[in-house]
């Protein structure tokens, strides 16, 4: 399995260095493939620090590479789920270092046209249950849509 790990520890002294204006937004993203025949997913995590709300940003991330089992392709709960589970564990692990207002944000699209629109609901409610915050879901969830999204591109 492939992985690499965010560490806390850096996020938490970069955060130290800036200002009290500074917005932590936090999101996953994943890619379903083969290998050899067998299903992997990459799952992909970004923290995106916003430096001050207005001087660029720093992004930390991490890729997570692990066996999909998922059986329906056009309806991903199961992957989808396992990107929520990540983000929130990444969340509480980020709070506990650094309690500072973290923005959540998913890669699930409300619209019924879309496969992730299957997990909206209980996606929202685990990350409200165990965060106690309100993540934001497509189009308004950058941090998962687009951060995420390249980071994967540059660690490959």
Not at 3 to 11: A, L, M, S, T
Not at 24 to 33: K, M, P, T
Not at 115 to 136: D, H, Q, W
Request: charged fraction near 25%.
């Amino acid at each position: 399995m492939f992985k690499k790990e965010i560490d806390i520890n850096e996020v938490a002294a970069f955060l130290d260095k800036c200002g009290p204006d500074t917005k932590v937004y936090i999101g996953a993203d994943s890619e379903r493939f083969q290998i050899n025949g067998e299903w992997f997913a990459d799952y992909i995590l970004a923290v995106v620090i916003h430096i001050d709300g207005r001087h660029g940003c720093k992004i930390f991330g991490a890729v997570q590479r692990e066996r999909d089992f998922e059986q329906k392709k056009n309806r991903p709960r199961l992957r989808l789920m396992n990107e929520v589970y990540k983000v929130s564990d990444l969340y509480l692990k980020l709070y506990e270092a650094i309690p500072h207002d973290i923005q959540v944000h998913l890669d699930i699209n409300p619209s019924e046209m879309h496969g992730s629109s299957c997990v909206v609901n209980e996606a929202i409610g685990y990350i409200k249950g165990t965060c106690n915050v309100i993540p934001l879901i497509k189009p308004k969830a950058f941090a998962a849509s687009y951060a995420a999204d390249r980071f994967k591109s540059l660690a490959a």
